[in-house]
T-cell receptor, first 113, second 114 residues
């Protein structure tokens, strides 16, 4: 099973500032990578996914992520955040063998005016 | 399209009591997952069903947890007896098939064991 490390447990950021959430995973021949967002008292919603092809992936709500195979990373970015982006963000990985998702511990993003 | 439904949303019980959670997946989704999300951690897969058969239950504490998916649609997850460490949010998710197709999550059931 994959191991996923989200390097920041909490990220405070001002409105309209950029944000980057870091995610590293244990090495594997082939992986599928995901970012999910969880708003308070809600389930997880898929932001974006990398399955193959271009290493720069664009998702919903202006988020994007870049897959870096050599560094086994899949960092999430947004150039300008809104108050409504306050939520918890989870990086998830599955390898090519069983497709099961392994989640990181999550990063709490708090956007302040 | 209706999403994944779960009930109840909140449950408080005493330790050693039993509790059951219900999940109704998105119509047509053959694969159903139950996750446990302890505060401050990411979701951990407990059990995966493909139609009404179990694909993976390696992380399910079988001495106290059980799950079933009769008729390949709704599913119930039961804990008997509950322990303090079972306090968590229990998430149900479904997907069209068991591969990397997107998993859609329900709102979860927050269990507090006192």
């Amino acid at each position: 099973a994959q191991s996923v490390t989200q390097l920041d447990s909490q990220v405070p950021v001002f409105e309209e500032a950029p944000v980057e959430l870091r995610c590293n995973y244990s090495s594997s021949v082939s992986v599928y990578l995901f970012w999910y967002v969880q708003y308070p008292n809600q389930g997880l919603q898929l932001l974006l996914k990398y399955l193959s092809g271009s290493t720069l992936v664009k998702g919903i709500n202006g988020f994007e992520a870049e897959f870096n195979k050599s560094q086994t990373s899949f960092h999430l970015r947004k150039p300008s955040v809104h108050i409504s982006d306050t939520a918890e963000y989870f990086c998830a990985v599955s390898d090519g063998d069983d497709y099961k998702l392994s989640f990181g511990a999550g990063t709490t993003v708090t956007v302040r005016a | 399209e209706a999403g994944v439904a779960q009930s109840p949303r909140y449950k408080i019980i005493e330790k050693r009591q039993s509790v059951a959670f219900w999940c109704n997946p998105i119509s047509g989704h053959a694969t159903l997952y139950w996750y446990q999300q302890i505060l401050g951690q990411g979701p951990k897969l407990l059990i995966q069903f493909q139609n009404n058969g179990v694909v993976d239950d390696s992380q399910l504490p079988k001495d106290r947890f059980s799950a079933e998916r009769l008729k390949g649609v709704d599913s119930t997850l039961k804990i008997q007896p509950a322990k303090l460490e079972d306090s968590a949010v229990y998430l149900c998710a479904s997907s069209f098939s068991g591969n990397y197709n997107e998993q859609f999550f329900g709102p979860g059931t927050r269990l507090t064991v006192l």
